[in-house]
């Protein structure tokens, strides 16, 4: 370790004061990568954040338009055509699924429709394109939950490693004033504070973002059921 020019460094900062700037310039490379390396997480963590809000709110809003749809009396046929064949959002591709099989079935020479393998049919697509849904809606959710416990620990390993170095350029510079001892001391904490900043929205946002994404499962699901009760009571009609 290079006593001379971290006390040097340690003399810098005691003369330039404690601004976020000065202690990431006057630390040690180690700390330094620890630090940019939380940025980059915290930045990233704001991205999916900001990705999550847009999508739930959209899958939300269209779902809410294709209920509409569905709800207003017109024909389940047109409706499959225009928005089950091709679904472009996660409740027309339920819809799609459920009706898809089902008319797949009735296409079947002499089937009954009322018979329990094809409400079985049924009730497997729904239940496999809700799972698939749901994956895709928590894409990069793990992140959040991943950099939430992981970051303050990356943070105090900065910390730990910054205070080492301070202690040693102390040493070397005989002098234990407060004015020589804080700025050194500083720069490590600040790795810290650092994890902090970026644990704490990813912890948050993963709690939201995967109560959100289980509301909005459980709205596919009690819509993928009411629909299978409609095709269950069409089946029996047409028996």
């Given amino acids: ?46 991205a ?14 269209e779902a809410t338009e294709f209920e509409d749809r569905f709800w207003s009396g017109g024909s389940l046929d047109d409706l499959y055509d225009s928005d089950g064949a091709k679904p472009v959002h996660p409740m027309a591709a339920v819809f799609g699924a459920a009706m898809g099989e089902w008319r ?19 009730d497997r697509a729904i239940n496999i394109t809700v799972s698939r849904e749901i994956e895709r809606l928590s894409r990069r959710v793990i992140f959040l939950a991943t950099i939430g416990p992981v970051a303050p620990f990356i943070g105090l390993f900065g910390t730990v490693w910054g ?21 050194g001391i500083s720069e490590a904490l600040f790795a810290t504070a650092i994890g902090l900043v970026t644990a704490i929205p990813a912890y948050i946002a993963y709690n939201v973002a995967t109560a959100s994404i289980d509301r909005f499962a459980e ?21």
Avoid: Y
């Avoid at 001379?4 to 004061?17: D, I």
């Avoid at 999916?48 to 809003?61: G, P």
């Fill in 1 to 46: 370790m290079d006593h001379a020019v971290n006390s040097s460094a340690l003399g810098a900062v005691a003369a330039s004061g404690l601004s976020p700037l000065d202690l990431f310039l006057h630390a040690s490379i180690v700390v330094k990568l620890v630090m940019l390396g939380l940025i980059g997480c915290s930045a990233f963590v704001w």
């Fill in 48 to 61: 999916v954040i900001v990705e999550k809000i847009i999508l739930m709110r959209r899958v939300n809003r």
């Fill in 104 to 122: 797949r079935s009735a296409r079947i020479s002499g089937v009954d429709l009322a018979r329990g393998g094809v409400r079985d049919r049924v």
């Fill in 163 to 183: 205070i080492m170095h301070a202690f040693g350029s102390i040493a070397a510079m005989h002098n234990t004033n407060l004015s020589v001892v804080a700025p």
């Fill in 219 to 239: 709205r596919m699901e009690a819509f993928g059921t009411e629909f299978a009760a409609i095709l269950s009571r069409q089946s029996e009609e047409r028996s």
